[in-house]
């Protein structure tokens, strides 16, 4: 019976394709909702036409409004990469790779009025790789979410599973990471420095100065406690391999950066 109900899903980057496509692959009625403003009354009117029993969002990056969460028999569904209450908010995989976690997870939440607040319904651990930088691990936890989500569902709507509210005494919270925010401190260890470079690229993209240009360091590896480059790019020039580089600038000297 649950096959039968119309969904609308909400989500925007590749990351959240996982999600809807495993929606799709186990037979639900899915409907992709696309609009770029959720305050116009207009694209309101069109969402209740579409007459949904639920709403499922990943990797959306908007604020749904509350008009919204009424509208569905059983509200909205939230698949979300951290295990909540900890890191609410838009960058819970960056923060959790730039702390260091060894491990995280994917939480389906039911989503209310405030910022991954909600109850929670299921939540299943990944294990931090210590190499994979943040888009892999971002696209392992969407892959996971999807089959948990599948998973949570039919007992959501049968009343097995009823939502649980979050220890709010336990949340942490994320922050849109900026340009600045990517900027390398030499004087931290390399262990941070490598989990910053993994954490922060592609967007906004690790950086540091040498000779008044700046260089984006890509990717990175650590190896008996020592920070190598392997990727980087020196403003207005493509991105090279580190060696490549190197024949273009016998002169550099990593110890001039800053």
Same mark, same amino acid.
């Given at each position: 019976?649950?096959?039968? +109900?119309?969904?609308?899903?909400? &989500?925007?980057?590749?990351?959240?394709?996982?999600?809807?496509?495993? +929606?799709?692959?186990?037979?639900?009625?899915?409907?992709?909702?696309?609009?770029? #403003?959720?305050?116009?009354?207009?694209? %309101?009117?069109? *969402?209740?036409? /579409?007459?949904?029993?639920?709403?499922? =969002?990943?990797?959306? &990056?908007?604020?749904?409004?509350?008009?919204?969460?009424?509208?569905?028999?059983?509200? %909205?569904?939230?698949?979300?990469?951290?295990?909540?209450?900890?890191?609410?908010?838009? $960058?819970?995989?960056?923060?959790?790779?730039?702390?260091?976690?060894?491990?995280?997870?994917?939480?389906?939440?039911?989503?209310?009025?405030?910022?991954?607040?909600?109850?929670? /319904?299921?939540? !299943?651990?990944?294990? =931090? #790789?210590?190499?994979?930088?943040?888009? @892999?691990?971002?696209?392992? /936890? *969407?892959?996971?979410?999807?089959?948990?989500?599948?998973?949570?569902?039919?007992?959501?709507?049968?009343?097995? !599973?009823?939502?649980?509210?979050?220890?709010? $005494?336990?949340?942490?919270?994320?922050?849109? *990471? #900026?340009?600045?925010?990517?900027?390398?401190?030499? #004087?931290?260890?390399?262990?941070?420095?490598?989990?910053?470079?993994?954490?922060?690229?592609? @967007?906004?993209?690790?950086?540091?100065?040498?000779? &008044?240009?700046?260089?984006?360091?890509?990717?990175?590896?650590?190896?008996?406690?020592?920070?190598?480059?392997?990727?980087?790019?020196?403003?207005?020039?493509?991105?090279?391999?580190?060696?490549? %580089?190197?024949? &273009?600038?016998?002169? %550099?000297?990593?110890?001039?950066?800053?």
């Amino acid at each position: 019976m649950e096959n039968n +109900l119309n969904i609308v899903f909400f &989500g925007t980057p590749d990351f959240a394709m996982p999600v809807l496509e495993a +929606l799709v692959k186990n037979g639900y009625n899915v409907f992709h909702f696309q609009s770029k #403003s959720l305050k116009d009354e207009e694209v %309101f009117e069109d *969402f209740k036409k /579409l007459n949904p029993d639920l709403c499922v =969002v990943a990797a959306y &990056g908007k604020i749904i409004p509350p008009r919204y969460l009424n509208i569905p028999k059983y509200g %909205f569904v939230n698949v979300h990469p951290s295990l909540l209450p900890k890191y609410r908010g838009p $960058s819970p995989v960056q923060t959790a790779i730039l702390n260091g976690n060894k491990e995280t997870g994917a939480t389906i939440m039911v989503v209310d009025n405030e910022v991954d607040h909600g109850p929670i /319904l299921s939540s !299943i651990k990944y294990k =931090v #790789s210590s190499i994979k930088y943040n888009e @892999e691990i971002t696209g392992d /936890l *969407f892959k996971l979410g999807a089959e948990l989500l599948i998973e949570t569902l039919p007992k959501y709507i049968s009343g097995e !599973i009823k939502p649980e509210p979050q220890d709010h $005494s336990q949340a942490t919270f994320t922050k849109m *990471f #900026s340009r600045e925010d990517a900027r390398i401190n030499w #004087s931290r260890t390399s262990q941070e420095i490598y989990n910053q470079i993994r954490a922060l690229n592609p @967007e906004p993209g690790t950086w540091t100065m040498w000779k &008044g240009k700046i260089i984006n360091i890509r990717k990175a590896e650590l190896a008996d406690g020592k920070l190598k480059i392997e990727t980087i790019q020196i403003e207005g020039k493509r991105e090279t391999p580190f060696r490549e %580089f190197l024949n &273009g600038y016998p002169d %550099f000297d990593v110890s001039q950066l800053n």
